[in-house]
């Protein structure tokens, strides 16, 4: 029946509600109310429609938030508020997202973990203005009607939008770069020929201390400081070249007597040749400073061998053998005594850079050939006897021996790596190179030096010299060097 249809629909309809009387019916009841439905419609309450039933339903909803969802009403007073707007009817239908976009958060344990999401302080306020403003007339509704795809696309392209200053700074800090990069490359354009020829060099100067890292009497570590140190004490510990003008007494010939016959005594107490070097040095320095009458140069030259050998040999002789080779001519009180005055002299420096020191620093890069080595030697003691070697340091008398030494023995030319190691190139050496070979070519005038190189044990190394210089020496001598020399012996 049609009646009892709708009834119970509208029953159905209003089964849920809380606030109405329960109008559940069953087919008994049905046909009761059928039958007395005639009789009583003038008397009962018409029933609710469904329009009116969606009413009470909506009107439950509304006061349902209204009184438990506090959190909503407090959003949208503070929304509507800030805006100077009604609040809105549809309370419960602001999204979160819709908030976080208008710039409205609260400070909740819950939404403070969403603020990395969000905008950043100094941006909050340029977002709340573009929220506020209207677009085509719509105001905040329109705003809230925008789809998720939109704004998150365009919250995307604002995170990932580099601020103003950021992008000046960048194009300040190109173009410095941009200005170094070009000083840079000027700075290497002008420096570059020396640099090739530095690294060309370096390329072919061969690392002859490295070998001897593990070996620590070698001292690889400190060797170049070690011969810087000493090429700096040359210049300390040279004589005056012409100190024989304020020597009465003395001549060049003399001295180079004096010296010939220390060879003598060094030879015969089988000294180091370090004390002979130092020996002679002591010498020149002194008569440089003091004038000394000729009965007493040879106390002078026994004294100096004294102190040297006292400086350098692990065990010296006594004074007494010092007497006795002098013939008895001193005492022993008068050499101790001379030793006394010829240290305060010479204020007791015997920082003297000896020769060997740089012969054997050379012969490590001509592959310690022992011939050269040897030949060097005696090379190097002409310097002893020839007055004019003193106007040279003793690194240059070492380097212009082992290549004079090198080019009778055909060792091959002076490269790089001598060259590195010498400290001098073939143009430096040259005027001293002529000096040795003028010394070889004349007549023998000291005899124990002559004799003592030309045994067996160095090699016969005066008699080889000294047939080479006779043969080669009209390629490097020149006849004015043989007249000035002629002129200083004739003293």
Same mark, same amino acid.
């Given at each position: ?7 119970r =629909?509208r029953?159905?309809?209003? /089964?849920?509600? /809380? ?5 559940r ?13 005639a009789?009583?419609a003038a008397t009962?309450?018409p029933?609710?429609s ?10 439950? =909803?509304?006061?349902?938030p ?7 009403v407090?959003k949208t007073e503070?929304?509507d508020?800030?805006d100077?707007?009604?609040?809105a009817?549809k309370?419960g239908?602001t999204?979160k997202?819709?908030? =976080?976009a208008?710039g409205v958060?609260?400070?909740?344990r819950?939404?403070?973990?969403r603020t990395?999401l969000?905008?950043k ?6 977002a709340v203005?573009?929220t506020k403003?209207p ?15 939109q704004?998150?696309a365009k919250e995307?392209a604002?995170?990932n939008?580099e601020p103003?200053?950021?992008k ?11 200005e170094?990069e070009?000083?840079t490359?000027k700075?290497e354009?002008?420096?570059v020929e020396?640099?090739?020829?530095? /690294?060309?060099m370096?390329n072919?100067v061969?690392?002859l201390?490295?070998e001897d890292?593990d070996?620590?009497?070698m001292?690889?570590e400190y060797?170049?400081?070690i011969f810087?140190y000493?090429? /700096?004490?040359e ?7 012409d100190?024989i003008?304020?020597?009465p007494d003395?001549e ?7 010296v ?6 060094h030879?015969?107490?089988?000294? *180091?040749p370090?004390?002979?070097f ?6 020149d ?6 004038v ?9 030259g026994?004294t100096?061998?004294f102190i040297a ?7 010296s ?9 002098a013939d008895?001519?001193?005492?022993d009180?008068e050499i101790?005594e001379?030793?006394r005055?010829?240290?305060?002299t010479l ?5 003297f850079p000896?020769?060997m020191?740089?012969l054997?620093?050379i012969?490590?890069a001509?592959?310690?050939?022992i011939?050269t ?6 090379l190097?003691?002409?310097?002893l006897?020839?007055?004019?070697f ?6 240059h008398?070492?380097?212009?021996a082992m290549? *004079?030494?090198r080019?009778?023995?055909d060792?091959?030319?002076w490269?790089a790596? *001598?060259t590195?190691y010498?400290?001098?190139?073939e ?6 190179f002529r ?7 004349r007549?023998?005038a000291?005899e124990?030096?002559?004799k ?7 090699l ?5 010299t000294?047939?080479?210089a006779?043969k080669y020496?009209?390629l490097?001598?020149?006849?004015? *060097?043989n007249?000035?020399?002629n002129?200083v012996?004739?003293r």
């Open positions: 029946m049609p009646p009892a249809r709708s009834l =629909q029953a159905t309809t209003n /089964e849920n509600d /809380e606030n109405g009387p329960s109008t019916l069953t087919r008994a009841k049905a046909a009761a109310l059928s039958a007395a439905d009789s009583n009962k309450k029933l609710q469904k329009k009116s039933s969606n009413a009470v339903a909506n009107t439950a =909803q509304r006061r349902r209204a009184l438990g969802d506090v959190s909503n407090a503070t929304v508020a800030k100077g707007k009604k609040p009817a309370v239908l999204s997202a819709t908030a =976080q208008g958060q609260k400070l909740t819950t939404n403070s973990s990395a969000g905008v302080d100094n941006n909050s306020k340029k203005a573009e403003k677009e085509n007339g719509s105001g905040v509704g329109s705003a809230m009607k925008r789809s998720s795809s704004k998150s995307e604002f995170h939008e103003p200053r950021k000046v700074d960048i194009e300040k800090e190109k173009k410095t770069t941009t170094n070009e000083q490359i700075e354009e002008a420096a020396p640099a090739k020829i530095k /690294e060309t370096d072919a061969a690392d201390d490295a890292l070996d620590p009497l001292a690889a060797v170049v400081e810087d000493l090429r /700096e004490l210049l300390e510990t040279l004589p005056n070249p100190y003008e304020h020597q003395l060049w010939k003399m001295r180079g007597i004096l010939d016959w220390l060879i003598e005594v030879t015969r107490f089988r000294l *180091l370090e004390t002979l130092l020996a002679v040095n002591i010498i320095r002194f008569l440089s400073a003091e000394v009458a000729l009965d007493r140069l040879q106390l002078v026994v100096a061998m050998s006292k400086y350098e040999e692990v065990l002789p006594h004074v007494v053998n010092f007497s006795h080779v008895d001519a001193f005492t009180k101790l001379a030793e005055h010829v240290l305060a204020d007791y420096n015997m920082s000896n020769p020191n740089f054997r620093r012969s490590k001509d592959n310690y050939d011939q080595r040897t030949l060097g030697k005696y190097m003691e002409i310097s006897l020839d007055h004019r003193m106007v040279y340091r003793q690194s008398v070492a380097a212009a290549y *004079l030494a080019l009778i023995l060792r091959g030319p490269d790596t *001598l590195h010498s400290g001098y190139t143009e430096e050496i040259d005027p001293v000096l040795m070979i003028d010394y070889l070519h007549p023998v000291h124990a030096f002559f003592k190189y030309a045994s067996k044990k160095f016969k190394a005066s008699i080889v000294r047939q080479w006779k020496h009209s490097y001598i020149k006849s004015a *060097l007249e000035s020399y002129q012996s004739s």
